[in-house]
Nanobody
Framework: DVQLVESGGGSVQVGGSLTLSCVAS?????????MGWFRQVPGKEREGVAS????????KYADSVNGRFAISLDSAKNTVYLQMDGLKTEDTAMYYC????????????????????WGQGTQVTVS
């Protein structure tokens, strides 16, 4: 089974930075997986933040974070990162790592229907 474990959340002041990490196990790292970060606040739908293929292609970002957040991966560590800079209060949310099998890299986008595996989430609070 694929397992995703997030870490790195916390509380930070407006304008600050955080780096989230997601260690993935149980998936073949060189195969066609799409990795993504999502966030959700209570009472709202889960929002796609960023995505990347395990080959490091097709980086996609939500408009709300483009230019402030950066997704990356370290295949040697089976880890996906989300570097978050210039944090705003509206970035406060539970952040989830996700993985999904795609047969065409062009399908790798931060949309929930692409992803079948989810982590437990890590809370980010900006104040």
């Amino acid at each position: 089974d694929v397992q995703l474990v997030e870490s790195g959340g916390g509380s930070v002041q407006v304008g600050g930075s955080l780096t989230l990490s997601c260690v993935a196990s149980g998936l073949v790292w060189y195969s066609r997986y799409c990795m993504g970060w999502f966030r959700q606040v209570p009472g709202k739908e889960r929002e796609g933040v960023a995505s990347i293929t395990v080959a490091g292609e097709r980086l996609k970002y939500a408009d709300s974070v483009n230019g402030r957040f950066a997704i990356s991966l370290d295949s040697a560590k089976n880890t996906v990162y989300l570097q978050m800079d210039g944090l705003k209060t509206e970035d406060t949310a539970m952040y989830y790592c996700a993985a999904g099998r795609v047969y065409d890299p062009s399908a790798c986008t931060p949309v929930t229907t692409v992803f079948g595996y989810w982590g437990q989430g890590t809370q980010v609070t900006v104040s």
